[in-house]
């Protein structure tokens, strides 16, 4: 456990340093807060209905909840180098989300996700730099964009497609490519 909190403790003042961006706008979540985030994101979005596939980890390949597959918005192939610019026009400027990094495990071994919460213009900044260097040499994950309202999601996977599921996202950059 303390090898995981020094990496994320650097990972997020490297970050913070290189993107020249306020603590203020992009932190890690504190760690009292990170498990009822974590559930609370993988009670409403994790399918637990097949034993494999029970945990977030495998969402954005393998599929959401059926019961939050009812507000499927699509699945877009996308350039993982850029496709996060489109960000502002998905999402309100003004909304700070949460950022989930899926650092691996599964459900039941455990799964390791780093949450952070970020406002969208310095999230695009963050994946910016975390594309370039991969991130931060830690090795390319899988990510997730997540309402603070928990209303949606966006899962960025390995095969370069984000799938996205909820109300208030706005999809017009992706419809027609």
């Not at 979540?29 to 945990?55: F, H, L, M, P, S």
């Amino acid at each position: 456990m303390k090898k995981i909190s020094y990496d994320l403790f650097r990972f997020e003042n490297e970050l913070i340093k290189r993107c020249n961006i306020s603590k203020n706008r992009f932190h890690k979540v504190r760690n009292t807060q990170w498990k009822r985030i974590y559930q609370t994101i993988t009670e409403t979005y994790a399918d637990k209905t097949k034993t494999w596939k029970n945990g977030l980890h495998w969402a954005n390949t393998n599929g959401y909840s059926p019961k939050s597959m009812k507000y499927f918005l699509g699945c877009y192939p996308v350039d993982y180098a850029t496709w996060f610019c489109h960000l502002p026009q998905m999402i309100s400027d003004d909304d700070m989300v949460y950022f989930l990094i899926d650092k691996g495990g599964d459900w039941h071994l455990g799964e390791t996700f780093w949450i952070f919460e970020s406002a969208i213009p310095e999230l695009v900044k963050a994946l910016n730099l975390l594309n370039q260097t991969t991130f931060l040499e830690t090795g390319w994950s899988d990510y997730y964009i997540v309402s603070k309202k928990f209303q949606w999601i966006i899962g960025f996977n390995h095969h370069n497609i984000i799938s996205c599921i909820g109300k208030g996202l706005h999809l017009d950059c992706f419809k027609n490519t």
